[in-house]
């Protein structure tokens, strides 16, 4: 038996041939020995024999010829295939055309099974999706597809959909699921509020308004170390594997050790605060309340990290209050109510993005779009490329301080309190209603909203209210309670079920794959 395709399968040219054999029986007895004629001839004269035979017939009958060859013409390559060579092609399908593949014959699904495709389907997505490889590591089953000979290959399969099913109840519950929260109270002694922080898989860093960086430790909230140097408040911070870099409003950028905290160096070039800095690919920019933005280059030797100041951009008529950037643009806004684009290798002025009424406390720029936030409550979508507003969302009641976005969501924060959830393709869909696309609002802060940073999975903030709160997104449903762990650490099903995994409609996997 053989499978196209599109689904439509043939039965052997062996039973076909039986078939044709029954009709056989009223052809003219001289037929035997033409037949033996034919077999004898060469190859290249039973072509041409058959193409002289075909153009003497009418249309119906070739038609009939067409539908009595198309069985000898599929083949089961992959049953034909050496093993590795056909674990290799299959290797390459989705989940919802593995499924089928799996229902083809014994020989595809032996192939599968013993090939480890689901677990190989599922590494594959931990590799690509990052939403995977979180998902992984907060629910627990990451460690489990670099260990295949502990567990039955069944355990990868029946895995998969449980995973679909956990992703799709978590984008569920950013619009209308119970949110479960966490928080820090800094306890700072004198001045109070969180103005920045950033977050991985294991700690959050903070910069207060008491003069410190504050590490804590994301499982267990404790604080694991305290920086000190800065003379004035941390208004900005970024840290990667190797450093953290920190600005404040004492003028100076601070370079740390994220491992020791040890301060590794200090810049001071600004002549007042420095409001906010990024860095990536050997590039950072700072802008500050002096209303300059500054470039600089940094390399790393064996024995330190240099960063050198390279180019000042000046434009602006008060203070730049945020910077973004990637090789092609730096993106900058300001309290004189604009969003000024300047070339990142050039340093040279672009354009000028005009539209709010008052000033713009935040952005973030990606691609060929910019999502910023302002004191006249609004958070408007721009096309950077022509400098037009592409939509304006309305819903805060005070300045819109913290902005973020990823390829499905806009997270706001603001001086009102709350943070607010939209959907980016809907602001970005000029047919959608207004009232459509604030999916959610939270309100769990007593303070403004100075900082935002999210995930898939969760959103960390923090707040003048001296509070940094972890918002967890994940579905509090067990989707792998039907797993155990038998001695030794080897988890099994306890379900009987071992036949093939099936699925209610042969594309709804597909559109959850292609969904997370």
């Known amino acids: 038996m053989v499978v196209t395709r599109s689904g439509a399968i043939f039965s052997n040219p062996s039973a076909e041939h039986e078939e044709s054999a029954k009709k056989r029986r009223s052809v003219p007895p001289e037929m035997g020995d033409m037949l033996d004629t034919f077999k004898g001839w060469e190859e290249e004269t039973q072509t041409d024999f058959v193409k002289d035979l075909l153009s003497e017939m009418r249309h119906q009958q070739h038609w009939t010829i067409e539908q009595a060859l198309r069985p000898y013409l599929l083949r089961d390559f992959i049953s034909a295939l050496p093993v590795y060579v056909s674990e290799h092609i299959l290797s390459y399908l989705d989940a919802g055309s593995l499924c089928r593949a799996e229902m083809v014959s014994k020989r595809w699904r032996s192939i599968i099974i013993n090939g480890h495709l689901w677990r190989r389907l599922i590494i594959r997505n931990v590799n690509t999706l990052e939403i995977w490889r979180r998902c992984g590591k907060l629910r627990g089953w990451l460690p489990q597809l670099y260990r295949p ?7 990868y399969r029946e895995l998969y959909p449980k ?7 978590t984008n569920t519950m950013w619009k209308d699921g119970d949110i479960k929260f966490r928080k820090i109270d800094c306890a700072s002694h004198d001045s109070k509020g969180v103005y920045c922080l950033q977050y991985d898989d294991e700690k959050i860093i903070s910069g207060l308004r008491d003069n410190t ?18 003379t004035g408040s ?24 994220v491992k020791t905290g040890e301060q590794i160096s200090m810049m001071i070039h600004h002549c007042d605060a420095v409001l906010h800095l990024r860095f990536q690919d050997g590039l950072m920019v700072s802008c500050s309340k002096d209303r300059t933005i500054a470039v600089w280059t940094m390399g790393k030797t064996n024995t330190a990290h240099s960063i050198v100041m390279k180019h000042t951009l000046v434009g602006h008529r008060a203070a730049v209050n945020v910077v973004d950037f990637d090789k092609k643009y730096i993106v900058s806004a300001s309290g004189d109510r604009t969003i000024k684009v300047w070339g990142t290798e050039s340093n040279e002025f672009v354009r000028t993005l005009s539209g709010h009424t008052r000033g713009i406390a935040c952005l973030q720029y990606r691609g060929n779009l910019v999502v910023s936030g302002s004191s006249d409550c609004t958070i408007k979508l721009w096309d950077v490329e022509v400098g037009v507003i592409l939509r304006t969302l309305e819903g ?8 973020r976005f990823d390829g499905n969501r806009i997270v706001s924060g603001a001086y009102d309190g709350r943070i607010k959830v939209w959907d980016l393709q809907a602001a970005l869909d000029p047919r959608c209603a207004a009232n459509q696309i604030c999916i959610r609002t939270i309100s769990e802060h007593r303070g403004r909203v100075f900082r935002l940073q999210f995930d898939q999975f969760q959103i960390v903030s923090s707040s003048h209210d001296d509070t940094i709160v972890i918002f967890d997104f994940l579905s509090p449903h067990d989707y792998y309670s039907d797993f155990k762990c038998l001695p030794g650490g080897s988890p099994a099903l306890i379900s009987e079920c071992s036949g093939i ?7 709804s996997l597909d559109s959850l794959d292609s969904a997370c």
């Open 213 to 230: 960086i504050k590490i804590w430790d994301l499982r267990t909230l404790k604080n694991t170390m305290t920086l000190t140097g800065h």
């Open 163 to 169: 995973i679909v099913q956990d992703l799709k109840m």
């Open 396 to 403: 805060h009641d005070e300045l819109v301080r913290c902005i």
């Open 234 to 257: 941390v208004l900005c911070m970024q840290y990667n594997e190797d450093i953290i870099i920190t600005g404040s409003s004492d003028a100076s950028i601070r370079v740390w050790d």
């Open 149 to 155: 000979g502990e567990y039955p290959c069944e355990f």
């Open 501 to 507: 995994f099936r699925l209610d409609s042969a594309n």
